[in-house]
């Protein structure tokens, strides 16, 4: 029974995750398909691209729920299943990244399935874990993502602080040292999933946002005036 219990929250942790919010919002609110936009992706960020602020933010919201939501079913069905706890939100994170709900053939003729990034929902499993290190979470990458200017590093630094958020607080005594893993199988699975992000990182074509988008914009146009008053 507990073995059955176990595959049912972990098939629902995924099918949750799989939920392309991101889709329905921009599709309701434009008539756009998310899929056909920038990255492709369905997270908040081409969301925000696709359809503006509000719907990048509700997208976003909705996705840290479903993570949330994985961990508060395993805990319902199983309490004190601290394993499960970790799991779920994992496999929440692997559906709203490869959605059994988004499958499409790919370049080579084989099946593929679509998503997001993740940076979300592993922010939704990590808040259902300890609901405080929402704090310190949304702070931290909102500041990687203005300064270092690349949402691709800002999605891959959720893992790595919910990580380091559970190891502050296993070394206190405060928090169980299981939930490390939780962190850190979250930041494998960001990572696998933006593999062609971390390409174009390492070839300089990484698209940039924030600060230094800005900054960017601002030294073109001052070329391009300097330029024309040489000229």
């Known amino acids: 029974m507990l073995v059955v219990v176990y595959i049912v929250v972990i098939l629902c942790a995924y099918l949750l995750g799989s939920v392309p919010t991101g889709l329905f919002i921009v599709k309701l609110s434009t008539g756009k398909d998310l899929r056909k936009v920038a990255s492709g992706r369905t997270g908040g960020t ?55 709900f988004m499958v499409e053939r790919g370049e080579n003729g084989g099946i593929r399935l679509r998503g997001g990034a993740g940076g979300a929902p592993a922010t939704g499993g990590a808040l259902a874990l300890w609901l405080p290190s929402f704090l310190f979470i949304a702070p931290l990458v909102g500041l990687i993502l203005y300064f270092i200017g690349y949402a691709s590093i800002a999605t891959m630094g959720v893992g790595l602080v919910i990580t380091l958020i ?28 933006l593999r062609p992000n971390i390409r174009r990182l390492f070839n300089g074509t990484e698209r940039v946002v924030g600060y230094r988008a800005k900054r960017k914009k601002g030294d073109s146009g001052y070329s391009s005036s300097s330029s024309s008053s040489s000229s």
């Open 46 to 100: 081409n969301a925000m691209r696709a359809a503006g602020f509000w719907a990048g933010l509700g997208t976003a919201v909705f996705d840290t729920l479903k993570g949330a939501m994985s961990v508060w079913l395993a805990r319902s069905l199983l309490p004190g299943a601290m394993w499960l706890e970790i799991l779920a939100p994992v496999l929440a994170i692997v559906g709203h990244n490869y959605s059994i």
């Open 166 to 193: 559970f190891v502050i607080r296993a070394w206190l005594g405060i928090s169980p040292w299981e939930y490390i893993l939780y962190g850190l199988l979250a930041e494998v699975v960001l990572i696998w999933s």
